[in-house]
């Protein structure tokens, strides 16, 4: 089991040369991507000798995705999606104040369970709200949208 701590959550502001490499680096990668189907990525990192590693697509998957919000200059986290946050990490991720997530998880919005008087959140169910809200707030764009349409405006 991995302990979280609050380093997980510290996202990594890029630098503008970290963004550039990023902006450089990400078609490349991309191109890989769509090119090449295999299992595992041989990576060859050549800085004093040459060396040679293998890591799964999925891992490349997501240093792709890391990459694209590097090249924006947006900060990145990596957290396992097993991972039980306290009350306070959650509300960071979901940016709201610790107040409204209480009020979220006690309306049944998000899942958790109690350790002692506690209150522990997955990430997984954390991720789970916010893919349900973002669809939410699709769907009464889209409504506002055809309503519009509807009228004229």
Known sequence: MIVMSQSMLDSVQPSEPDRETAVAALPRVR????????S?????????EREELVVPR???????RILAYMAAGAGTSIVP???ELTTQ?????????????I????????DYRMVGTHRRVSVESLLQYMRRDDHDRRSAADELTRLSQDMGV
């Open 81 to 83: 999606t097993n991972e």
């Open 58 to 64: 999925s891992a490349v998957r997501l240093f792709e």
């Open 103 to 110: 009020g979220l998880l006690e309306a049944g919005k998000i």
């Open 40 to 48: 595992t990525v041989r990576l060859t990192v050549d800085d004093f």
């Open 31 to 38: 191109h890989y991507l769509n090119t090449h189907d295999h």
């Open 89 to 101: 990490e959650a509300a960071n991720l979901l940016n709201v104040s610790r107040p409204h997530l």
